[in-house]
């Protein structure tokens, strides 16, 4: 199996800031690697996939990047509407996996 | 629009079975591959399983492996989740997604529905 670890697990930053998120898998995924933002009490949506393809109606604030084991999440100019817990999901394989998330704060 | 509405959570004693269902519409699941994932109460996603777009092929997370079952009607643009033998570490929101036609990015997710399991 492939393991997934995010870091940090926390992340205090204020509007207008530029953070970076990364993801490290335990073996090579290539770009098959997507963002999920979570906000409490909701259902996670997808941002980003293959690494760092932007899905329909997502900022350009958020930007994704890396290739094989190491991947980063940037948001720029940090919004109120951004403080949210981030998850990596690793799809090479079919039993996929995820980030221990993390939060935004 | 993709929409995913799940149902059949509730609360169950350890021990016992409940069966999830995901209604889809906007979308044949019959060429998407279909995931559940669950979310303990504070804690993080968690991949439960997955089914291949014709159904033929199943995969489970090894801590259910033997205990829930994946399956789906296509003409119903239903997903089910078969769970058996619960126990309190099962307590979850299970939320189902969709997939692409060959992978388990997960592109649509459903809102979720809560599974507790407690005597």
């Known amino acids: 199996d492939i393991q997934m670890t995010q870091s940090p697990s926390t992340l205090s930053a204020v509007v207008g800031d530029r953070v970076t998120i990364t993801c490290r898998a335990s073996h090579s995924i290539d770009t098959w690697l997507a963002w999920h933002q979570q906000k409490p009490g909701k259902a996670p949506k997808v941002l980003i996939s293959e690494a760092s393809r932007l899905r329909s109606g997502v900022s350009s604030r958020f930007s994704g990047g890396g290739s094989g084991t190491e991947f980063t999440l940037t948001i720029s100019n940090l919004q109120p509407d951004d403080f949210a817990t981030y998850y990596c999901q690793q799809y090479k394989t079919f039993s996929t996996s995820f980030g221990q998330g993390t939060k935004l704060e | ?119």
């Open chain 2, 1 to 119: 629009e993709v929409q995913l509405l799940e149902s059949g959570g509730g609360l169950i004693q350890p021990g016992g079975s409940l069966r999830l269902s995901c209604a889809v519409s906007g979308a044949t699941i019959t060429s998407s591959v279909m995931s559940w994932v669950r979310q303990p109460p504070g804690r993080g996603l968690e991949w439960v399983s997955s089914i291949s777009g014709t159904g033929t092929r199943t995969y489970y997370a090894d801590s259910v492996k033997g205990r829930l079952t994946i399956s789906k009607d296509g003409s119903k643009s239903t997903l089910f989740l078969h769970m058996d033998r619960l126990r309190a570490d099962d307590t979850a929101v299970y939320y189902c997604g969709k997939g692409t036609a060959a992978s388990t990015l997960i592109t649509a997710w459903g809102q979720g529905t809560l599974v507790t399991v407690s005597s």
